[in-house]
Each structure stands twice: as C-alpha cells, then as structure tokens.
C-alpha cells in the first residue's frame, strides 16, 4: 500500500507498505536463515556472548540494512550482531563450557551475572552522581548532571527495535531491575522540572522512546508545554528508530499522531530536536529511512545525528565523511562523535584516542562548512564531555589538548586542559596531567561534588 501522509507536511509524501516489526532475540538466533552461512564455531561464539549482552535485531535491519555478502566483516551486521571478541578470552571459555557441557540455567546465570559486574554497567557515576532527589526520594527516571539538562528514561521507552552490540545502556536490557534507570509517572518529572526553572532542555532518552505508543509520550510532553514550564524551551529526544525502523515514522499505527504530536510541541512555541543515532551511512540508504526523515523535518522538528566512533564498525575517516555529507544532504545536523565509553564490550570497539582524534580530522577536512557542526570526538565522562581537541607540542613535552563541551560545573567549560601524551589511552581516567601537575584542575571539584552526593 502507498499512501499519502496527513499530517501537515511541506510536500507529500510516498509511504511504502505497512510493516510488522518481527524481533529476534537471544534464543531466536538458531532460527535466523541468514545466519546459517557461518560456520558453526562463529554461530557458537554468537550464542556465548548473547548469553552476556543484550541482543535484539529486528527482520528490516536483517533485510535491509546488512550486506548479506560482507557478512561477517558487514558493519551493520557487527553493529547489532553479538561478536566473538566482545567478551574477555577467560570469561568467554567460561560461560561457553558452562553451555557445552549443558550447565544447570542457575549456574549458568550466576557465571553471566559474575561476567555482567566486571562490565563496570553504570559508567561515569550515573547512578552514584547523577540521579536526582524530590523531597528526599530518589527519582530513578531521571538525571540531572548538567545544570540546564535533564534525562527522563521513560518506563514505556525502555527497549530498542534492535540493540546496539556496543551498547553503554546494556544494563537497561538485560532483565535485572535493580541495574535499570526508568520511571512511569509523569508527576514525578512535572513537579522535579517546576522545582528547577534552571532547567531548560528536556531529553527523552532510553532504550529508545521510539518504542512507546505516541500516547504514552504525549502524557508525559503535552503537560510540558503549558506556561508552567515555559522555562523547558527544548525537547530532545534520542532515538535510533530512523536506522533500525523508520516504520515507526510512517505507517504504523500511530505514526501520523506521532508527527501530529511533534507538531503540536512545535506550535507551542518549543524546540523540537530528534537526536538520532546513525553510526554508518549504510543505516541512511533506505527509502523508508529517507522518507522518515522527509516527514519529521517537515513537522518542524529539527534531526541532529550523533553516534560513537567504534572500532571495527565506522574506524574510517571516509565513512564519517560520507556519512556526515550524506546527513546534511537530507537535512540533518552533524552534532557528536564520541569515545565509546567505558563500559560493556569496550574491548571490542574501543580506539585510542589519539586514532580517535585523528580520524575526526581527517573526516573533518574532507566536507563542507555545513557539516563541520559536529563536535568531537568526545568523552562522556564522569566530570562532562570532554572533547579531545588535538595533539600539541607545549614546553617541549607532547600533550593532549582537552576541554569540556559540558560539564558538572558550568565554570570548567570550555577551559583549555592539558595530558600527558598516551598514544594507547582510551579514555579520560587513563589520562595523567601534564607539566607534572598532579591532578587535573576539575579533580577537587569533582572530589567534593562526590562526598556530597554520599552525604546525601
Ligand atoms: S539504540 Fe541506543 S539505547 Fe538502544 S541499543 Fe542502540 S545505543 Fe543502546
């Protein structure tokens, strides 16, 4: 069926066919067809990890996002596939002779929840810094670590259509409660953002909020654009619906009311920015990819892309470029290269961040003007986002220079700090101050920002 949208696009707009979103998990990879063109060890080593990470893939990313031919070097296909190398050697052989010799499922998953603990699951003290308190009770929904920002992890968005393998939000996804951020009640969120009127960004984050009917979202958004919170001019919301299904955009059942609703927040006088995550330019050449895109922006939403430079996936200055290019060409914003972060599969995907700095411009070099909004490559770490700005020679001692894009405290922005040159570090906390300073300048700050936070 082709149909022409409702809602009060600039331009129509062709819809392909309706789709239903049919899902694979963990048990379901023995039945996945294409898999069969591996060879037994891989598809073994594949069960073995899905026993650890998260695994979820849906049949349009099957069918039309992987390159079934380049399989399995095929980027998209290591995006959302589970990958031999994601595990420690040791913890691998352990839960894969646990699964050969058909293990008892509790010691098996006593094995997988001593595997999970040493993935370090809440990276950069989400939990211990950045989970805020109304009236003495803590909102485990939501966080506050930037002074204008808030995260709201909605409980109906708390899934994807598909996962990502390198997913630093893994714990939200793999079943155990006490490892999940999310909240159901929007009273909660109203009154915390009417109690903070230096709030003016709202994230809507998950999982993917995608996956929550348009009902859901609009109980929790149209409360938010009466006068009360005229102070949250920004909505954002992060998704990677337009990669992993754009269906979402265009004929499911209430993907119109979704636009419409985009329309409204737009009409009450809000920004409305569609944070997507893009992590290769393969994930954009679909048709229905295109035409999602062509219906958010002609809401009035704007759609800035982001995504984690990740070793054996988009590790190439050309894929950045082309993929950067490809996004302005439909509309979108270049906005954050990150360092995958340290948590989950790292081992995997992680590149030095020299490698990383350098693959950021080069990629830089190669587009225009128009895409060189894109920040990076960034660090969300415990203090902020940290970007690395560049290698330098200062004093004679070779450095990183750095600075926060954001920050705990707004007064450590934008500061330019220097490190000690390491060409193998990954990430900040491997990072030692330059000039023989002992700690870097944001540390005391940090420390103090901490103890608070145990105090309370
Ligand atoms: S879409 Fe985002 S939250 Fe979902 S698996 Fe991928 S990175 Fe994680």
Known sequence: MTGISRTGLARPVIRPSPRRLEVYTARHLPAIPELARLDPDHRFAMEVVARVLPFRVNRYVIEELIDWGRVPEDPVFRLTFPQPGMLEPED???????LRRG???????????????????????????????????????????????????????QTCHSYCSFCFRWPQFVGERELRFAERDAASLQAYLRAHPEVTDLLVTGGDPMVMRTQHLAAYLEPLLTPAFAHVTDIRIGTKALSFWPFRFLTDPDADALLRLFERIVAAGR????????????????????????RIRATGAEIRTQAPLLRHINDDPAVWARMWREQVRLGMIPYYMF???????????????????????????????????????SMSATPGKVEVQGVAEVAGERVFVLRFLQARDPDWLHRPFFARYDAEATWLDQLRPAFGEAEFFFEPGLRAMAARAGAA
């Open 103 to 157: 293990a008892p499922e509790a010691e098996i998953a006593a094995a997988v929840a001593a595997v999970r603990a040493r993935l370090n699951p809440h990276p950069a003290g989400q939990r211990r810094l950045n989970v805020p308190r109304l009236q003495g009770r803590r909102l485990q929904g939501l966080q506050h670590k930037y002074r204008e920002t808030v995260l709201f992890f909605p409980a109906q968005g």
């Open 271 to 294: 920004h409305l920015a569609v944070m997507a995550h893009v992590n290769h330019p393969q994930e954009l050449e679909s048709e229905a990819a295109r035409e999602a895109i062509a």
């Open 92 to 98: 691998f052989r352990r839960i894969a002779a646990l």
């Open 339 to 377: 360092v995958e972060r340290d948590t989950g599969a790292r081992r995997y995907f992680e590149l030095p961040l020299a490698r990383a700095h350098a693959i950021y411009r080069e990629a830089i070099a190669r587009v225009s003007g128009l895409a060189r909004t894109v920040r990076g490559p």
